[in-house]
């Protein structure tokens, strides 16, 4: 049986407070751990502005802004949502992964099995190597 561990309570400067609430690492979330050490080791590099990583019980969250956490997180979720209907509508199969680009950022989603990852970009750092850093 897991056990759930919480995480003591950070309150935002807009006065929200969030208690993170995750399962000790199992096998089926060691992909989870993986992943959430790799992309602490990208976020380092020049042009990375913040990520998040979700599964269906934890998420981590580390953007630059942090006063558009929530902005963020709903953002990326509708992107995963919207390109998942979209490949429906066109028979597509499942997306592995997707890249917004903006005026100034790029946001690159991916799906690897249960989790979900989104890095957030300058728009000159080269998607593609990111993306080769998270699958190796």
């Known amino acids: 049986m897991l056990k759930q561990k919480t995480s003591p309570e950070t309150e935002f400067s807009n ?5 993170t609430v995750s399962e000790e690492v199992s096998e089926e979330n060691s992909s989870f751990a993986s992943l959430s050490a790799s992309l602490a080791e990208i976020r380092k590099l020049k042009g990375v502005t913040g990520y998040i990583l979700r599964s269906s019980t934890s998420a981590i969250i580390d953007v630059e802004d942090s006063d558009k956490i929530f ?9 995963h949502e919207s390109s998942v209907e979209m490949a429906k509508q066109f028979n597509l199969g499942a997306p592995e992964s997707i890249l917004l680009e903006g005026e100034n950022i790029k946001i690159l989603c991916l799906s690897m099995d249960e989790n979900k990852i989104d890095v957030f970009l300058e728009k000159s750092v080269n998607h593609v190597s990111i993306i080769k850093r998270i699958l190796l």
Do not use: K
């Open 71 to 79: 902005q963020y997180a709903i953002l990326t979720s509708e992107i």
């Open 15 to 19: 006065g929200i407070t969030v208690t």
